[in-house]
């Protein structure tokens, strides 16, 4: 089933959290599901479903929306922590034991306080005209930003308590922690939002990640270059499952 067509589905968590989301290619059941947490005040239908299919073809991929974003229920969380927490509740829901993850932008702060609080978990870190693309009847699309002031200022709230500040509920610190999980790193060559040395010198933290400059590209380079940023994941994914298969 192509993005632009898989109806949205819900569950209701431990958390009393009712989750948004969706699965591509749920036929595809010999791959571990690819887990993707969406960026600032975005929903789950901002993601390009250029990208989406791309991935789906090796694997199933599930999109959702966070906790108090979107068609999910509940209060966005004020830390990423708590974001985290919250994945893993919805995680916990469907039953994955085992899953992989990409985190675009926010949802890339997420992704690594997610590993670090279940290390048993396998974490891998003409746009708009293609968002449009989703038709699926009786069901509006969503292209709605969070609130101003509401939701976002809690994911703002997320951000500025992640800067200059270290403790359990951040990452930085951490980092060496995930020394025996694959992790790849994805950069824009000119991100003016991310710098892009701030994400290198993340990926120096982490001993083994991998990490990957898209020329020419910004902080949308998983737009700009969504065919090739799919197929990075799934040659990385395939790689780390190869390898994990070996030991």
């Known amino acids: ?10 569950i209701r968590a431990s958390n009393s959290v009712t989750y948004a989301y969706r699965t591509i290619n749920p036929t595809n059941s010999t791959s571990l599901p690819l887990l993707m947490h969406i960026h600032f005040r975005a929903n789950m239908d901002f993601w390009d479903p250029l990208l989406l299919n791309a991935l789906a073809a090796s694997r199933p991929v599930i999109i959702f929306d966070q906790c108090g974003v979107g068609r999910s229920s509940g209060a966005v969380p004020p830390t ?31 992704v690594q306080l997610v590993a670090l609080t279940r290390p048993d978990r396998r974490a ?32 703002i709230a997320a951000s500025i308590a992640w800067k200059g500040a270290s403790g359990p509920g951040l990452s930085w610190d951490r980092l060496h922690e995930l020394k025996d999980m694959p992790v790849l790193v994805l950069l824009g060559e ?19 990640a991998e990490v990957k400059v898209y020329p020419g590209t910004g902080h949308g380079f998983i737009w700009q270059n969504a065919e090739e940023v799919a197929r990075d994941v799934d040659s990385f994914v395939a790689r780390a499952t190869n390898a994990a298969t070996k030991l």
Request: glycine share 10%; with cysteine; net charge negative.
């Open 1 to 10: 089933m192509a993005a632009q067509t898989a109806p949205t589905l819900y």
């Open 124 to 155: 891998a870190d003409a746009y708009w005209a293609r968002v449009h693309q989703r038709d699926v009847p009786g069901e509006e699309r969503n292209l709605t930003l969070l609130d101003r002031d509401g939701g976002a200022k809690q994911q």
């Open 190 to 208: 000119d991100d003016a939002l991310i710098p892009t040395p701030w994400g290198q010198h993340l990926a120096e933290r982490i001993p083994g």
């Open 80 to 110: 990423y922590q708590g974001w985290a927490d919250s994945l893993l509740a919805f995680a916990d829901a469907l039953e994955l034991r085992s899953f992989d993850l990409l985190g675009f932008s926010m949802g890339g702060r997420c």
